[in-house]
DNA sequence: CTAGATTTGTGAAGCTTTTCACAAGCGGGT
DNA sequence: ACCCGCTTGTGAAAAGCTTCACAAATCTAG
């Protein structure tokens, strides 16, 4: 049933799902329309988006708020929750592990692993730092399914490839390189100096057609 | 001489850059074949990206690395130091404000502003945390270019506004909403738990299908 | 100076994503 | 029961991006 699906719309599924939280109401409607206007694209966009899994609106009415919330849960993969790791504790894994919103979204980090001795064994939260060597180990005890690699970038590749060879499914890669990894594990970067660059890119752009 | 580039190739172009950093040498040059390996792209979308530029290679030979490394720098705007402040000193703040990759590449954090009474007036590194009911002064008086929004999303709008207003150029935004802000004022944004959710719907898509 | 081996720059073709536009379906009012 | 206003779902058109393929340019060797 479901073809390819553009990753653009796959963002997009995530903005729709946040607007539908601000709109609490049990039993209430909302339309392709509404939702375009909170997410900055059009009612056509949101509705041909949600085509690709479905119809489940209502003509002349618009889709139901809880249905629709359940159906993009689903769609998304929220439905359920997700083991992650975290690899490398530094500043950025820091500030992710004491996230709130990321349990509060299904994705619950069982394991923090660090190379630096003087970090192995100490305590954030409930984990325990465990130290790389444990690796393998420790994903495969702890099924684990998804990584946020937060390590420096020399090391990121190997730290992928052996999270990979221990079952990883997917990472999410704050390390600025482009990781090898199989086809069918998808990662994800974050890379915030890039989107800095994209920033003064825009504005100089601007500045030099002016 | 430049139409609308897309954003992708924006994107790209901050690889190449970060590639060449990988070349180091002086007088030598490198092929767009040998490019689009380390990017994980093809040679034709190496030259048709760099061929929205001008033409700076020569046939038969490539590129040359140090010329093509001032290029990139100049077209993404990295040849000048960008005034940036921090908005927002919780833990995603202080992790970036830490990332020395930031002033490494041109980007100086010249102010941070938090609303929190108690934040107000400590020190981080060599800047002292000003109120936010001071926001329009300090980036005035700092000339700011950029702010790094690291704000919860209820306070993000009405800070990027008034930033706005206070002559901000561009906003990396890690609020989870969508900031309106008038056209001219590029936002990328930077959203972890979207891209979680990615990669979730990717696993689980793939799952579906087998 | 010529031949051969490379590699760029770029129209054109091919593919993907977005936008358009409208028939079909639903609900409320009379 | 029927009409009217609204909104979805979706082929088809348009726009945008990537890949192809090849002429033109450059270098090396003899």
């Known amino acids: 049933m479901t073809r390819r699906i553009p990753e653009s719309t796959v963002r997009r599924l995530s903005h729709y799902l946040r607007s539908l939280e601000g709109f609490a109401t049990e039993g209430g409607t909302v339309s392709s329309e509404e939702l375009a206007a909170r997410g900055q694209t059009t009612a056509a966009q949101v509705r041909k988006d949600l085509s690709h899994f479905g119809s489940f609106g209502k003509r002349g009415l618009g889709y139901r708020v809880d249905e629709l919330r359940d159906r993009l849960e689903s769609i998304l993969g929220m439905d359920r929750v997700w083991r992650l790791a975290l690899v490398g504790a530094g500043r950025i894994g820091l500030a992710l592990f004491e996230y709130p919103a990321f349990r509060a979204r299904g994705y619950e980090s069982v394991a923090i692993i ?97």
Chains 1, 2 share one sequence.
Request: net charge negative; charged share 30%.
């Open 114 to 210: 660090d190379s630096d001795p003087a970090k192995i064994g100490t305590v954030w939260g409930d984990l325990t730092i465990r130290g790389s060597n444990e690796l393998e180990e420790v994903l495969r005890e702890l099924d684990v399914e998804l990584i946020v690699l937060a390590v420096p970038a020399e090391a990121a590749q190997e730290v992928a490839s052996r999270a990979v060879e221990a079952g990883v499914k997917g990472i999410l890669n704050f390390a600025p390189i482009r990781l090898d990894v199989p086809p069918r594990v998808p990662v994800e970067d974050v890379n915030v100096v890039m989107e800095l660059e994209a920033l003064s890119f825009a504005i100089t752009q601007a500045e030099r057609d002016a």
